[in-house]
């Protein structure tokens, strides 16, 4: 049974800094993406970053290029996602998801509904 556990979500001031993690467990197959997604109040779910477990391969959304850093330690099944320069824009809860890998990253990260398991998810709140 996969399951997708976050941690690290908070209050932060604008200009600060988070550290999301999401620890995966239960994928049968060793290549499988891991992404974050954010929906904010009456907006759509986004795609903000994902990553491929077996090549590192990474996806970032426009948004969040520069900003915002996808990275993974394999030993320990978990994908992290730094959060730097954080504006009251990216205030949204954040989850993170999975799923096998049958495309590019950058094709499979913009689409939510690709992917089949998910975390329970995070708030992040940026505000003064």
């Given at each position: 049974q996969v399951q997708l556990v976050e941690s690290g979500g908070g209050l932060v001031q604008p200009g600060g800094s988070l550290r999301l993690s999401c620890a995966a467990s239960g994928f049968?197959?060793?290549?499988?993406?891991?992404?974050w997604f954010r929906q904010a109040p009456g907006k759509?779910?986004?795609?903000?970053?994902?990553?491929?477990?077996?090549?590192?391969s990474t996806y970032s959304a426009d948004s969040v290029k520069g900003r915002f850093?996808?990275?993974?330690?394999?030993?320990?099944?978990?994908?992290?996602?730094?959060?730097?320069?954080?504006?009251?824009?990216?205030?949204?809860?954040?989850?993170?998801?999975?799923?096998?890998?049958?495309?590019?990253?950058?094709?499979m990260c913009p689409h939510s509904s690709l992917f089949g398991s998910w975390g329970q998810g995070t708030q992040v709140t940026v505000s003064s």
């Open positions: 049968t197959l060793e290549d499988y993406v891991i992404g759509e779910r986004e795609g903000v970053s994902c990553i491929s477990r077996s090549d590192g850093t996808i990275s993974r330690d394999n030993a320990k099944n978990t994908v992290y996602l730094q959060m730097n320069s954080l504006k009251p824009e990216d205030t949204a809860v954040y989850s993170c998801a999975g799923q096998f890998r049958f495309s590019t990253v950058q094709a």
